[in-house]
């Protein structure tokens, strides 16, 4: 072989050595992009994961088994409808013929096992059994978790994806809240309408991914204020347990006595849908309802007032020294803790035409008075009655007053204030956020009150009733409609739903004024 041959060959074994190292050279440059690529999305998800992607991961866990859920209530709902239909066992027997129809048939009715739901139940009222829900309701209920699974997934997904990114913090709590309250009615759901509450361990666990990510969000949320979200935010989630009780205690039970007065029932009977009719005949001209709420509000508003005088007339002796200050205080808390059975039994003597009361004014020369039924002093009577009952009231604002800063009070007896510019312009001031919630529950207990018309009416038997027709409170006419008139459950609703409103209107009005001359020391909401 001649030297150019050689020469020649030598030189393609060296470009195709500088093309392998080229090739290996590109290929380690790409690696090692590749590693670094890799190192970069490793320590990405590692950031999440020490952040709030836990959250996100839990919600796609979830968000699966809220889909499993609607596909097994489907299941059910199809279940159940094939052993309903009366062809469904004949159409069987001929397709598949009698042994694989057979297994077939318990396996279908294997799968209507779980949940075990009331087709049309509403708390156990087997009376309204028929008539708080259809059974054709049911699957959507099952669609609504379908639905809500999607939204769970994309909760999850914006959780991974967006978890630890500054300023997303506000967008995930607003996902929360809106799991929330989409998990509650889920909650109330399968607490009323499914038997042995075998589906409400669903609602429950599912408060877990909620409450991680309302407190993740707030570490993620930049936002200005974020000390004062982040700790509004934590008050919230403890609260979420205080709020259900109130759900299922107040809320709740409100919608079902809406539900009951759109419904003309009459116990024993079955009930009949109405609409508005028992609303509309309540506020219908000439109807006892108006003679009802009218001296619900009198009567109301004078014990209200004789209750907040007394009280502090009785926290001012009290709070100053003196000998046997325990054994007083005492005394006048004792009216609270009496059973208000023996109270009203007790005031009907000493109120009677021979009691007490009379026999004092007798005493004096002027006439006996019939206090209980006199239309100008039944009202007057009872009023007196509850404001001596307000012991506990009493006891607030012996507190209040002690609470009082003495460094104001001194400034002002310095400046040359006498007790009464002391008292009006230092002690009421300092102690209206008492006055205004002793204010608030007075009055939504007295316009609730029916004890009294009940004692003072002989246990509330016919013919025997002290209070005259036009002078009866509303809940007086509701425990009538209800257990007193042929049991008008329906009537009895509506009254009730249109005490809550006419509560509601007093309260909040009482809000509304109060921003005038409500004081809060620390600078507070007024």
Known sequence: MSAPDNKKRQSIVVSILKKIGIIIFTVVSILKKLGIIIFTVVVYILKKLVTISPVGILYVLFAA?????????????????NIADPHYWPTLYHSLGEEAATVAYHATQQATIMPDYMPGGFVFLTAVRDYAMPEGFMPYFFYLLFVFAVFRLAIGGTAIVFGSTPGKGSTLGLFAKIDLWVVIPIAIFSLFFFEGYSFI?????????????????????TRPGIASRAEA??????LIPAFLGLSFMTYIPLAAVFGISLFDWQFPFPPVFSGFSNIISLFSPGSFFWTSVWMTVIYSLLAVSLGMVYSMIIALLLNRKMPGRVFFRTVFYLPFIIPVVSSMLTFRLIFSHGGVVNNII??????????LFDNATIIPTLAIIAAWASGNVIVIKIAGIANVPRTYLESAEIDGANAWHRFWKITIPCMSPIIFYNMLMSLITNMQVVIPS?????????????????FRFVTYELYMTAFGRGGFIGRAGAISFALFVLIGIFTAILFITSKKWLFYEGGGPA
Request: hydrophobic residues 45%; aromatic residues 8%.
């Open 65 to 81: 088994l809220t889909a499993i859920m609607g596909i097994t209530g489907m299941r059910v709902m199809d279940a159940r409808s």
């Open 201 to 221: 361990w669903f609602p429950i666990i599912s408060l877990i991914p909620t409450m991680l990510l309302l407190s993740g969000s707030a570490k993620t949320d």
């Open 233 to 238: 935010r934590t008050a919230k989630i403890f």
């Open 362 to 371: 007798s005493m004096f020369g002027g006439e006996r008075l019939y206090f």
């Open 454 to 470: 009940l004692m003072l009416a002989g246990g509330g038997q016919s013919g025997q009733t002290v209070i005259p027709q036009s």
